[in-house]
């Protein structure tokens, strides 16, 4: 998740995506001499509850990042499940003396709950509420009174196939494959949401390229005259609720008055 709220110089909360979430699956085959490879299940057109299930393929690419093969313990080089032993390709690279670390194989998925922008959904997103309340700017629109604020996508699912090459190194029934299936929730702390166009709510001094409210707040006012502002925020995690305290330091302005 985004660290803690920046400096006047730095964009918004949610303006720099967090450091990439990294999960490494493994899968360990007991049988000596065979090889495991492990790597997304995508699922396949012709088998829809399959390819519905792993949802995180749709995921924006510039996003995510993922090996296209299996690695091994050392850097070990393994023969595939559909590599024939019999095959030039194994016996000229000597593929088919397997080494036992091919026995446990690794696939590792880095995914950042950020903006994307290279298509695809987006794990972050910016959006906005309609007209709640106040006169309608006179310039119109039916978004130009709204609250802009961040929220995540739903939860998306990953699955992951382990395969065996028992066939090809035996010669006799079929590999062995597993598929798990995992969900990725996206999830991140409150942020202070701001007004498109009413100052003092939630005021901000400007806004990012998602809307969002930006840099240090300074609020003007004249010396014994009243100012009124309104702090707002919001949770992009449904099942949570926000609560805005005032801290110690700098504590309260002397004749500050806090309402609900």
Not at 16 to 44: C, H, M, N, Q, Y
Not at 191 to 217: K, N, V, W
């Amino acid at each position: 998740s985004p660290a803690q709220p920046p400096p006047a110089d730095r964009p918004s909360q949610y303006g720099t995506d967090p450091a990439p979430a990294k999960f490494k699956f493994r899968a360990i085959d007991a049988d000596l001499g065979e090889t495991v490879t492990v790597s997304p299940f995508w699922g396949s057109s012709s088998v829809p509850d399959y390819y519905a299930a792993s949802t995180l393929s749709q995921i924006d690419p510039s996003l995510s990042s993922f090996p296209s093969v299996t690695s091994y313990s050392g850097g070990a080089t393994c023969p595939m499940p559909w590599l024939d032993p019999g095959s030039a390709d194994a016996s000229s690279a000597g593929l088919w003396a397997s080494s036992p670390a091919c026995g446990t194989g690794e696939w590792e998925l880095s995914v950042r709950a950020g903006f994307g922008s290279g298509g695809g959904f987006s794990p972050l997103q910016a959006a906005s509420v309609p007209y709640i309340n106040g006169p309608v700017p006179p310039w119109g629109g039916i978004n130009e009174d709204g609250y802009y604020f961040a929220r995540f996508a739903s939860d998306a699912t990953l699955c992951v196939l382990a395969t065996d090459n028992q066939a090809t190194k035996w010669g006799r029934g079929l590999n062995n494959s597993q598929a798990r299936c995992h969900v990725a929730r996206f999830r991140g702390p409150p942020t202070f949401i701001a007004h498109q166009y009413r100052a003092l709510d939630s005021p901000f001094p400007r806004r990012d390229a998602h809307s969002l409210g930006a840099g240090q707040p300074a609020i003007l006012a004249r010396v014994g005259a009243p100012v009124r502002f309104t702090v707002r925020a919001r949770d992009p995690n449904p099942e949570d609720t926000v609560t805005i305290l005032m801290l110690e330091d700098p504590g309260y302005p002397s004749a500050l008055q806090v309402g609900r």
